[in-house]
């Protein structure tokens, strides 16, 4: 049996997180009008559904794990807490969410001397968390087309290649009158986030200079042209990616006591997501306690970790300017959710304690070991989801979890986007600028056996015989 759909709808405002000025959701806006700062999206009925208990939350949230009506099956399964304005047939479902949690293996967290998991959200359609958000956008933003009569929407954005697969991979599900373009960061996207968009029939535009340089241009554009911007900029993405912080909790039966989250910080959206959804969940009693939530930034492009080292008193925010990094879809000078962070680890400190929120640097070179040492315990970390290990590691190191406490690393995207990475790290072929020294016993290289022209003297028998020879030679078979 299908469970119903949602009733309860709520009245969704953007507010400035600078000014305070609210702001309908009958046009996209990215910015505030008056002040030009960030926007949060926020249901000003959200106060209503405290009338129902955590515990009945509870109990509604896992009997609609079950269901099998599309619209609830991904991340409007939390329909009241995500943006419950949008009718069930606006809603674009392809699979998102309820990615797997994966305990590492036992010999992995030996290694490490943690107790953790891999959450892997590169397990999503495009693979990577970024379907959460576009699911969010493309639902509302379908709303938008049908009750406002749009016959041409042009969606923008800029990427460091997740996004844009993603964007571009709901605008082709959506169709007309949705169109995508994204504009890239030339030279700066894996081969496979290149070739996502392209397959999904995107207009891709490339430009010299890094992701922080594209941001720059879309910005401009949607502050001047009718296009629809896919950043994180635009609320309803961060939205989406509060279904993260939700499954985790649901996952681990809503009790969130001697639990660390671990992800890596790029535009600072998935880590705003993530303090914005467990303050919900907590707000409305679902869970009691807020998981601690360290952020990971590499050495090469650390605004956050920088921000947040410094004592409160001198504390300054300022844009670094980025080196590069293997963790390249967080390599962000300047991120653009950072005053939502600001935001919230206020009130996130306010109820977790001082040490509820922590952001921890890590080298280009712990992320490397970190992905390749996971991925040969049987994970799929991508770099991020590397970087996340390191962070953990670095953590430990600095005495920052103990040995009660379990943690939940965000592998963000599937790490075969990555390989790239990987084949440079087997190969030493790394660009120096990353600093990254391979260590020999995490290389690993295809060995040929037998080469095309001692392959032609042998003929078929031949073949086989010689290559057993020669495998039983290299393996050291002993004849049975
Ligand atoms: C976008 C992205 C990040 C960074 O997330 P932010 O929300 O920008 O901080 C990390 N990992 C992957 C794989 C990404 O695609
Ligand atoms: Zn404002």
Request: aromatic share 10%; hydrophobic share 40%.
């Amino acid at each position: 049996m299908s469970a119903q759909f949602p009733s309860y709808r709520g009245t969704m405002k953007y507010r400035c997180l600078s000014c305070s000025s609210t702001y309908g959701i009958d046009s996209l806006l990215y910015t505030c009008p008056e002040c030009k700062s960030v926007l949060m999206l926020e249901d000003t009925n959200f106060s209503s559904l405290r009338a129902r208990s955590g515990r009945e939350w509870r109990e509604l949230f896992d009997a609609r794990a079950a269901s099998k009506r599309t619209a609830l099956r991904g991340i409007f399964r939390f329909y009241e807490l995500m943006a419950p304005v949008v009718e069930e047939q606006d809603i674009v479902y392809l699979g998102e969410g309820n990615t797997p949690v994966v305990e590492a293996s036992p010999a992995l967290q030996a290694k490490v001397g943690a107790r953790f998991a891999f959450k892997n959200d590169g397990q999503n359609p495009s693979a990577s968390f970024k379907d959460r958000g576009m699911a969010c956008a493309f639902s509302y933003l379908r709303a938008l087309v049908r009750l406002q009569g749009w016959d041409d929407v042009l969606t923008v954005c800029a990427s460091t290649g997740d996004t844009s697969a993603a964007a571009a991979l709901y605008a082709s599900y959506v169709g007309a009158p949705v169109k995508s373009v994204v504009l890239l960061p030339h030279g700066k996207v894996t081969p496979q986030q290149l070739a996502q968009p392209l397959g999904s029939g995107a207009t891709v535009l490339e430009l010299p200079g890094v992701f922080d340089d594209c941001m720059k241009v879309v910005e401009f554009l949607a502050d001047h042209y009718r296009v629809a911007l896919l950043n994180s900029k635009n609320s309803w993405r961060i939205l989406g990616q509060e279904s993260y912080p939700f499954e985790v909790a649901q996952w681990y039966d809503w009790n969130m006591e001697n639990m660390c989250i671990f992800v890596p910080v790029g535009n600072a959206g998935n880590i705003t997501a993530m303090m914005n959804g467990f303050l919900k969940l907590h707000y409305l009693g679902i869970i009691e306690t807020l998981p601690r939530l360290f952020g990971v930034q590499s050495h090469h492009a650390d605004p956050v970790y920088r921000y947040y080292a410094a004592p409160e008193a001198t504390r300054e925010y300022a844009p670094v300017k980025v080196q590069p990094s293997v963790a390249q879809a967080a390599m962000i000078g300047n991120p653009v959710s950072f005053p939502r962070v600001q935001h919230l680890v206020d009130r996130y400190k306010a109820i977790g304690g001082e040490r509820s929120f922590q952001v921890i640097q890590v080298t280009e070179q712990a992320i490397m070991d970190a992905m390749l040492e996971a991925n040969r315990h049987g994970h799929i970390a991508c770099t991020q989801g590397g970087e996340c290990l390191a962070g953990l590691q670095g953590a430990k190191a600095l005495g920052l979890v103990d040995e009660s406490e379990f943690s939940v690393l965000d592998s963000t995207a599937h790490a075969l986007k990555f390989m790239d990475f990987q084949n440079k790290y087997f190969t030493n072929s790394l660009d120096a600028a990353f600093g990254v020294t391979p260590k020999k016993e995490l290389q690993n290289a295809p060995e040929l056996l037998l080469t095309e022209a001692e392959s032609a003297t042998l003929g078929e028998s031949g073949f086989v015989l010689e290559s057993c020879r020669r495998i039983a030679e290299r393996l050291q078979l002993s004849e049975k």
